[in-house]
């Protein structure tokens, strides 16, 4: 639900090593973000019911029988159980609940316990986290349509569907259709700019440290520090880097960057370390070339990737290589 950069590691670790969990992992990993907690907004008349009870308690305090006469030490009985006939014949001590602190203590920390699990529910973010080489398709409150590939991770405001601005956190790749709401934007923040709609449909990419927007319909405007704002138009591709001033616009087929969404890499014009780089960051794996100079090709086409040892295997066969792996780490030699 709070995922670390640490956290990440750890569990990446654990599912190289034992690969036989990931399954078990990816489960469990679901279920707890299907967990949602709803807010209940208690009424003025359950406010005051308890309030009655509350004096009520106070007013009616519990009564301690004689030791000789309790079934155990410290027995106690409610004042309205306690026979007259014991009451005439035997001292009856009261005790009222500020005599004993630690109920009262008990009760403090129980309702501070409370008013804190409402106050999370209220103002927690919500996060999605998707584990390597998974996709999934989140409905946000507002109806929006958020599918995170593999190794990425969504972060939602609270109150989305009522909030004036709309806002999300990725990291990772994410293909977003926004549901038009009247007068209420949405913002895609990423590490490098921020993305704003009303209405529409695009992919963001956002890893090592650049991230690109590629918009399939609508109008967006996309932000970055320091540089002036840019209005996309269908069939733009916008770069954004921390060492470039301007943000960097291109026309590109929509079509080849949203592939993903059904386990395809297009490699249409990209070279073998692009594809490589994509590969690790979408699965968790790592490749190396035992031949540097298969880092100047450039391939086309597509290629599956719904399994990574398969989608591995035919790159190596388009290439006219030998792969070779040990444990996470594939090397491909020509």
Known sequence: MRPTPELNQFWQAFMAQHPHKITDIQMATDYIKTIQFREIEPSEADLARLKQRIWDDIDHPVKALPVDQQSGPGRLVPDWTVPDQ??????????????????????????????????????????????????????????????????????????????PVREVWLDGEGYFDIAKRKGAKFIVHTAEAQIEVLGTEFDVNSRRAQTNVVLHEGKVQLTANNAPPVVMKPGDMAIVTPHRPQIQLKRVQPAQYDAWKESYLVLDGKTLPEIINSLQDTFGVTIRLGDKQLADKKLSGKLRTSVIEDCIDNLALILDADVQKDGSTYVINQ
Not at 93 to 108: C, F, G, L, N
Not at 119 to 133: C, I, L, R, V
Request: glycine share 6%; net charge positive; aromatic share 14%.
């Open 86 to 163: 014991l009451v005439r014949d035997y001292p009856v001590r009261v005790i009222t609940w500020y005599q004993r602190p630690y109920w009262v203590a008990a009760a403090i920390l129980l309702l501070v316990s409370s008013l804190g699990i409402v106050w999370w529910q209220y103002n927690a973010d919500f996060s999605y986290q998707t584990a390597y080489g998974k996709i999934q398709e989140i409905q946000l409150a507002d109806g929006s349509v958020v599918t995170l590939n593999g190794n990425s991770t969504l972060r939602v405001a609270k109150n989305l569907a009522q909030s």
